[in-house]
């Protein structure tokens, strides 16, 4: 059982795409600078910061979209000698497990026009786990089977998470492309805040949007596409876009009928690899 640990922090756009490309394999397409030479996988401790800008809906189910920023967060390897050895090693394919977060950031009613007369949502962090199995198919495919849940607190309360298909292309040394369907869910608590609409909200926003009360389940269905390239050794250009429909009573919502059941996500981000 390998167990990679991955941090992505999913409210804005940006997965980060684990692999390892030795400096051997640049050199085929020239080397690189001396400054900018292969981590060794050797290290005790490896992790890849970065950030990114994107697009993506200003809330759930809203029809505009607003300019994101977000962290790019991956712990590679973890090594105690003797203790423990998290992430380590060349394998792929198997059991996988790592901690999954998410951050939904403050929803302003006033800022929106089909929002106005509901009441605010404070900032949502949810935390949890995320579980995997990888088969590898060839030299250059593999595919996975995973699902996430994290707990949520702060303006929403409740379960989230996702599940999915991922498939895996090393097209280059340096290229690596993922992508794949996904369903997202959520607990009843949460959907009741997001797209829940009380009787006395509805007669805030003048009877334009009417008092709904949705149950927990799945939330929407869509597929999501990822890419990283190696342009010098340890350090990434990636990009992501994922589309999203909501399904169920999350598409009933007052809310997302006045918006857009639509969602779309694009972005960019840059990333460096470090180690000791």
Do not use: C, W
Request: proline fraction near 4%; glycine fraction near 14%; aromatic fraction near 10%.
């Amino acid at each position: 059982m390998r167990i990679p640990v991955s941090l992505v922090a999913n409210a804005a756009v940006f997965a980060v795409l684990s692999t390892s490309v030795g400096a051997a394999e640049f050199d085929r397409y020239g080397g690189a600078a001396p400054d900018l030479v292969a981590i060794q996988p050797a290290s005790d401790f490896a992790f890849v910061l970065g950030v990114g800008i994107g697009t993506a809906p200003v809330y759930e189910g809203a029809a505009e979209y607003g300019v994101t920023f977000s962290p790019i967060i991956e712990v590679q390897r973890f090594r105690i000698p003797g203790l423990i050895d998290i992430g380590g090693g060349e394998d792929v394919g198997g059991l996988s497990f790592a901690p999954s977060f998410s951050i939904a950031s403050k929803r302003v009613s006033a800022e929106h026009t089909a929002l106005v007369g509901l009441n605010d949502v404070e900032a949502t962090y949810a935390l949890g786990a995320r579980i995997g199995y990888e088969l590898v198919l060839n030299d250059v495919l593999r595919g996975e089977l995973y699902g996430a849940a994290r707990y949520a607190v702060g303006g929403a309360e409740g379960f989230i998470g996702e599940a999915g298909v991922d498939i895996t292309a090393k097209l280059t040394p340096q290229l690596e492309v993922v992508g794949g369907p996904l369903i997202s869910f959520a607990s009843e608590n949460y959907m009741d805040t997001y797209f829940g609409v009380t009787a006395g909200e509805a007669a805030a926003t003048g009877g334009r949007l009417g008092a709904y009360n949705p149950n927990g389940g799945v939330k929407s269905v869509g597929v999501q596409l990822a890419a990283r390239y190696e342009i010098v050794p340890d350090t990434f250009l990636s990009a992501k876009g994922s589309y999203s429909g909501f399904v169920g009573d999350a598409l009933a919502s007052p809310i997302v009928t006045s918006g857009s059941q639509h969602q779309f996500t694009a972005g960019l981000g840059l990333a460096r690899r470090f180690a000791f």
